[in-house]
């Protein structure tokens, strides 16, 4: 059964530092990795998507890096801002057996505070 | 807008009730979820469909059930609706196929309460 865990649970951090949200799955075996944010209130918004093939994607200020064979994934965010406080959430997708392919597993996410 | 839109976004209803929750995507996705984010803010599948068909059941009560018309729409009914029901439920969906295979795409969310 894949798990994920999201360290640390909370994160609160001076606007203009860079700063690394981390994620850990126990299942190697994954098909992609999916970092997403969530404001209060709000749907999850898909920030990045690294497929199994990959090592690490890029958009804008973040970048994300996946390492399979450790089983982790980091999101960097450089010069972070008020605008980036929201809680951050991975989920990992398994290789296709039955229906897990179809199946996202999430961590229960980082809660970003970035103070102006 | 392309977009997964979901409605109602606020439903408030009392126990026993029979409820219903709707989903549309405009993606053009194979592949539609229902997901559920408990009080802790701790998000579970519920439901897959892929093509109107049921591929993931996670043991949700089957007082839960979901229904696809087409691949288009997911929608999500809810009988005898009980306390612990009380969450926001999330409606997503992902393409089956190109560079972007699997990437979830989130509705808004529709918040339940049960009195």
């Known amino acids: 059964k894949q798990e994920v865990t999201q360290i640390p649970a909370a994160l609160s951090v001076p606007e203009g530092e860079n700063l690394v949200l981390n994620c850990s799955f126990t299942?190697?075996?994954?098909?992609?990795l999916q970092w997403f944010r969530q404001d209060p209130g709000k749907g999850l918004t898909s920030l990045l998507l690294i497929q199994s093939s990959q090592r690490e994607q890029t958009s804008g200020r973040l970048n994300a890096s996946l390492d399979k064979s450790s089983g982790r994934s980091t999101l960097y965010i450089a010069a972070s801002q008020p605008g980036d406080s929201a809680t951050y959430l991975c989920a990992v997708r398994l290789i296709y057996s039955g229906g897990s392919n179809y199946k996202l597993t999430f961590g229960k996410g980082t809660l970003l505070t970035v103070n102006p | 807008d392309t977009a997964v839109s979901q409605t109602p976004k606020y439903l408030v209803t009392q126990m026993g009730n029979d409820k219903s929750i709707k989903c549309e995507q405009n993606?053009?996705?194979?592949?539609m979820y229902w997901y559920k984010q408990d009080s802790k803010k701790f998000l579970k599948i519920m439901f897959s469909?892929?093509?109107?068909?049921?591929?993931i059941n996670e043991t949700v009560p089957n007082r839960f059930s979901p229904k696809s018309p087409d691949k288009a729409h997911l929608n999500l009914h809810i009988n005898s609706l009980e306390l612990g029901d009380s969450a926001v439920y999330f409606c997503a969906s992902s393409p089956g196929e190109g560079p972007n295979t699997g990437e979830l795409f989130f509705g808004e969310g529709s918040r339940l309460t049960v009195l």
């Open positions: 469909y892929n093509n109107k068909e049921l591929i």
């Open positions: 993606l053009g996705h194979d592949t």
């Open positions: 299942d190697s075996a994954i098909y992609n």
